[in-house]
T-cell receptor, first 116, second 112 residues
Framework: SAVISQKPSRDICQRGTSLTIQCQVD?????MFWYRQQPGQSLTLIAT?????????ESGFVIDKFPISRPNLTFSTLTVSNMSPEDSSIYLC?????????????FGQGTRLTVV | KNEVEQSPQNLTAQEGEFITINCSYS?????LHWLQQHPGGGIVSLFM???GKKKHGRLIATINIQEKHSSLHITASHPRDSAVYIC??????????????FGKGTLLTVNP
């Protein structure tokens, strides 16, 4: 299994500012992903965090708005830039391939972001 | 792109009842995930399965690959089972098991 520490767990931010969310895993993992869950909606994939290279973004998400870093196999950050109230959501990191094996997916506890 | 349908959207049960939540998807997959989300937002992975049936405690998950359908069962339900249960499948046929498309979830409330 894998234990994921996601920080912060919640934050209230002013519009126009940026927030960086951290995801730390206690094991090396092949894949790390970032998801967004807008109020009342299902989770949507933002991007795949690639170790040592630029993240791969899904349609509708861009690097300028959601820059992602992944410096090693256990850590990633997602920044929500120039925030507006529409960015108020739960953001989750997810990992798969723990220890290089075909394990189940593991999720962080989520970051509940409110933009005012 | 895979589409996921879950039913029911909301489910209220009395403690001890047998619960079934259903999930259908549109594109052939290699694995399907059942997840549990609590009010704070955190998600716990319950199962990842690619065929047949898996059991963990009072939870049972089944999948029929040919019919593109999976069910999650809870036996002897308890108020602490109250949560949102989410089905998730790979975005695309042949895609990564971990790049997921999620159902809208089933809100389960178990009353004492």
């Amino acid at each position: 299994s894998a234990v994921i520490s996601q920080k912060p767990s919640r934050d209230i931010c002013q519009r126009g500012t940026s927030l960086t969310i951290q995801c730390q895993v206690d094991s090396q993992v092949t894949m790390m992903f970032w998801y967004r869950q807008q109020p009342g909606q299902s989770l949507t994939l933002i991007a795949t965090a690639n170790q040592g290279s630029e993240a791969t973004y899904e349609s509708g998400f861009v690097i300028d708005k959601f820059p992602i870093s992944r410096p090693n196999l256990t850590f990633s950050t997602l920044t929500v830039s120039n925030m507006s109230p529409e960015d108020s959501s739960i953001y989750l990191c997810s990992v798969g391939g723990v220890g290089g094996r075909n394990t189940e997916a593991f999720f962080g506890q989520g970051t509940r972001l409110t933009v005012v | 792109k895979n589409e996921v349908e879950q039913s029911p959207q909301n489910l209220t049960a009395q403690e001890g009842e047998f619960i079934t939540i259903n999930c259908s998807y549109s594109v052939g997959i290699s694995a399907l995930h059942w997840l549990q989300q609590h009010p704070g937002g955190g998600i716990v992975s319950l199962f990842m399965l690619s065929s047949g049936k898996k059991k963990h405690g009072r939870l049972i998950a089944t999948i029929n690959i040919q019919e593109k359908h999976s069910s999650l069962h809870i036996t002897a339900s308890h108020p602490r089972d109250s949560a949102v249960y989410i089905c998730a499948v790979p975005n695309h046929s042949g895609g990564s098991n971990y790049k997921l498309t999620f159902g809208k979830g089933t809100l389960l409330t178990v009353n004492p």
